[in-house]
């Protein structure tokens, strides 16, 4: 009980220290874009939260795990609507939901959009109401009016907690405002591999961008904050590309690109999370020498075996399709990360420990 009052206080301080830290200095802004010292060393995140499919869902088993921040990663509400007052009206009854307002109060919640709350499925750039539905976004999740987050398109933003040897940062991407439309494979009827799930192919059209360039040159500047964890948190898979989803296998070039500039900015203790799939798996490649983690965890509300059967070749250990979501456990004293997925009632079903010692480039 004493840690969890200890850590409440911690967070209403970090909460006050959110807003104060922005600094007008530029090359500070770039350094302290939403900067708390207050260290963190539990961070649970989630995706795919439908409640009127499942109106309780992950919550308790969430909120069992009292996290410092939880991350919603995409698909938070099903919008899916031009009409702005809709997706208000769901966002609102996502907001007054009893399983949030207690996570809200008892953690420090980041979000970013996936499709649907964007706005429209596998959508991207063409969403004819996407200014009007990150502004609805912004709202919703209390973005302070002076927000850097304010002044450019899209919903992409950073954040770092704690102080020097304690320093973990967030980088939250935006994989669908500026998404450009991608191709779907054609498959002749009963051609379909059973283990290929969904519709995409890799595009070999290197004009076609998932992050958009200004947001590249954003996280270019976000990979040179230092610090001593680092997370990028993506709505959609980063790493598991086999499956025909929604992915950024994709966009090839962007992937490659994602990895060629961890090599540069030399992004050590470094992952990935991701949601989306309705299903729970760790994915692992090594990028020229660097084992890069993607730790998925998707369906707070309704999850997909057959999904869950899907290709992955870079799969570490099962795939796990029921409902899940993910925490990341940081140990700074002994250097490492622990990783779980949890289910329903709280239970591990998956977990992985990576040393810090490992996330380093070879
Ligand atoms: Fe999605």
Known sequence: MMNYILRMTVLGLCGLAMTACVSPNSADRIRSENHSDGSIARIAFGACNNPRIDPVGMYPAILGEQPDVFIFLGDNIYGDTQDMKVLQAKYAKFGAGAGYQKLQATSQVLATWDDHDFGTNDGGNNYPMRKESEQIFLDFYKEPQDSIRRQRPGIYSAHTFGTAGETCQIILLDTRYFRDELPKARYEEGEKPKDIVGWYQPTQDTSLTLLGEAQWQWLEQQLQVPADFRIIASSIQMLSVEKGMENWGNVPHEQQRLFRLLKESNAKQTMVISGDVHFAELSKVDI???????????????????????????????????????????DWNAQQVVLRVIDQDGKTALQHTIPFAELQFK
């Open 288 to 330: 020229g020498g660097y084992p890069l983690y993607d730790l998925t965890s998707s369906g707070m509300t309704h999850a997909n075996r057959n999904w869950a059967k899907a290709k992955n070749s870079i799969r570490v250990g099962k795939s796990f399709a029921q409902l899940n979501a993910g925490v990341i456990d940081i």
